[in-house]
């Protein structure tokens, strides 16, 4: 018995060192990884689509869901920015990444940040417009940089560059 929960733990310690897969349904629960780099701890998430507030509309409209924009745009079609419509992609998603620093263990908020899909079976590439928000439940803690996109079922890699250092996370979308 011991020699089993010993081998256990051995798996358990090294199992993030392995490199991360992201399979989840797309219902309410995102796909999650995280990563590092040498000066920062990401968090990638994938989730539905979300609807985006500005400052000044979350101030007047009080929501209690949704994401607050502070800084970049937010990308369209499919995206839905309080009191507009546009065209709605079936497959919309939520693409989110937040940025910790490892020194501090605060939120990064002025990171300069790239995130670029690539289809692992086509070879496109896609670049994710950056906006820089917040849950509006989760207030500026939640700070992370992403948009709403478009993102077909499939297996994705995601690489993401902030401030100049690169990370690599494979995930597979699922249908809708």
């Known amino acids: 018995m011991a020699r089993w929960w010993v ?6 310690l090294f199992l993030p060192l392995a490199p991360a897969k992201g399979i989840a349904a797309m219902g309410d629960t995102p796909i999650t990884q995280t990563g590092t780099t040498m000066h920062y701890r990401l968090m990638l998430q994938i989730g539905p689509m979300e609807t985006m507030y500005s400052k000044a509309d979350a101030t007047k409209m009080h ?23 546009g065209p709605m992609a079936m497959d919309t998603r939520h693409l989110e990444v937040h940025v910790t620093s490892l020194a501090t263990g605060k939120v990064v908020t002025d990171a300069m ?6 289809n692992e079976a086509t070879k496109t590439s896609q670049t994710v417009p950056i906006a820089m928000m917040y849950g509006v439940k989760e207030g500026p803690a939640d700070w992370h940089y992403g948009n709403n996109i478009s993102i077909p079922s499939g297996t994705y890699a995601v690489t993401v560059v902030v401030n100049g250092e690169h ?10």
């Open 63 to 85: 929501p209690t869901a949704g994401e607050i924009m502070v800084g970049g745009a937010m990308a369209m079609p499919g995206g839905t920015m309080a009191g507009q419509t």
């Open 113 to 118: 940040c790239q995130i670029t899909l690539t």
């Open 7 to 12: 081998g256990s733990l051995v798996v358990l």
């Open 167 to 176: 990370a690599l996370f494979h995930v597979t979308i699922p249908k809708m």
